[in-house]
């Protein structure tokens, strides 16, 4: 069965298409290339041990992805990763997050209904909780205001796609995927995160601060009402992540459930704080690491993690690996990236 990859070149999308090719599925790959490069390709191709097409494209560009669409109208399922994905970015630049992340949903949906395409896995976020001190979050936990337009466009995606698919008309059928914070690389080292300029997220800063490729980490505040002061995250390695959106197409393509949009968190349930993931890659890799504590970094919230019941019990899902599997292939990784011993 071939599955359309929005945005497969891209840290999560890559090693959702190596999962999806194990897993029996054909991936075909439409991407505009904005945060990954032609190379990846190769790279995807090697790790899922067959070649998989990819198709250069803007998907917020109406015609080019009805084109790209129309060369792959047998496909019976989308992943949608195409979005621009970082949260201070989007606070400088609102009006483009919401024009990309918005419109390329849309033109994707518009296109599936146009080729009869049903099955939509949505690449949606565990921001679209906002700062809620109901923790763990379940799916039934109500989304507060978005501390970002990126966050905002995970909202609005969710509640496109419920309205969209609950029409009588609509042959839709949709599942949002709320993600932690994904980390880590594959166990071949061959695909990882590769943020383009100085990265955003905590674990490429640390694995490039220790590669010598960055100064030093600064930790963003002390002082948030945690077991160390330094905030909190629900971290899950990317690979676990990935099987996550092939257990969501299963489950779908099952009809077990006569339900046309569902949500499900993907997180391990365990929080960690900045230390003890910074402790565990000290763990992990024998190093020691070169950071700071600093001020907090605006839009922080405190703590969040996931009650991930749901998940398991639905979708038959449950990561597998923990916070040290996570920061050694991060590592792995980096040091393959830059051919360090
Ligand atoms: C994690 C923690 C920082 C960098 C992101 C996306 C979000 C979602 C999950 C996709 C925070 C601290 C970070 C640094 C630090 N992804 N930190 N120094 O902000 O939780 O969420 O991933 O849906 O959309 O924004 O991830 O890795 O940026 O931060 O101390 O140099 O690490 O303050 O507490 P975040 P992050």
């Known amino acids: 069965m071939k599955v359309i990859v929005t945005g497969g070149m891209g840290y999560i999308g890559s090693h959702t298409v190596v999962e999806l090719v194990q897993a029996g599925y054909e991936a075909v790959i439409f991407d505009d290339l904005s945060n990954s490069n032609a190379e990846m390709i190769h790279k995807i191709s090697q790790v899922a041990n067959q070649k998989v097409v990819f198709e250069e494209v803007d998907l917020s560009n109406s015609n080019a992805c009805d084109l790209v669409f129309s060369n792959h109208q047998d496909a019976e399922a989308v ?9 201070p970015e989007s606070v400088n630049k609102p009006n483009e997050y919401y024009r990309n992340n918005i ?3 849309l033109n994707v949906t518009n296109s599936m ?6 099955y939509l896995v949505f690449s949606s976020s565990c921001t679209v909780y906002g700062d809620t001190k ?7 936990t109500p989304m507060l205001s978005p501390n970002s337009p990126y966050g905002h466009t995970k909202q609005l995606g969710e509640c496109i796609l419920k309205n969209l698919s609950s029409l009588k008309a609509s042959k839709l059928k949709s599942i949002a995927l709320r993600y932690f914070n994904p980390i880590g690389a594959h166990p071949s080292g061959i695909i990882g995160e ?3 300029g100085v990265p955003g997220n905590l674990m490429p800063f640390i694995t490039q601060t220790a590669a010598g490729v960055r100064e030093q980490l600064s930790v963003y ?6 077991i160390d002061g330094t905030a909190v995250r629900d971290y899950i390695h990317v690979s676990d992540l990935a099987v996550a959106h092939v257990k969501a197409l299963d489950y779908m393509r099952s009809e077990k459930s006569k339900e046309r949009f569902e949500v499900f968190n993907v997180g391990t349930g365990n929080g960690s704080s900045v230390m003890e993931v910074i402790q565990s890659f000290e763990r992990t890799s024998g190093l020691k690491l070169n950071y700071k504590i600093a001020s907090r970094r605006e839009g922080d919230i405190a703590a969040i993690y996931a009650n991930g019941r749901h998940t398991m019990e639905i979708l038959d899902w449950q990561a597998k690996y923990n916070l040290d599997d996570m920061t050694r292939s991060a590592w792995e990784w980096e040091k393959k990236l830059r051919k360090l011993n």
């Open 79 to 87: 992943i949608h990763f195409a979005a621009f994905k970082s949260v």
């Open 103 to 105: 419109g390329a949903l």
């Open 113 to 118: 209904d146009k080729y009869a395409i049903p």
């Open 134 to 140: 109901e923790l763990p979050v379940k799916e039934s």
């Open 194 to 196: 590769l943020p383009i």
């Open 221 to 226: 505040g002390d002082d948030y009402d945690t």
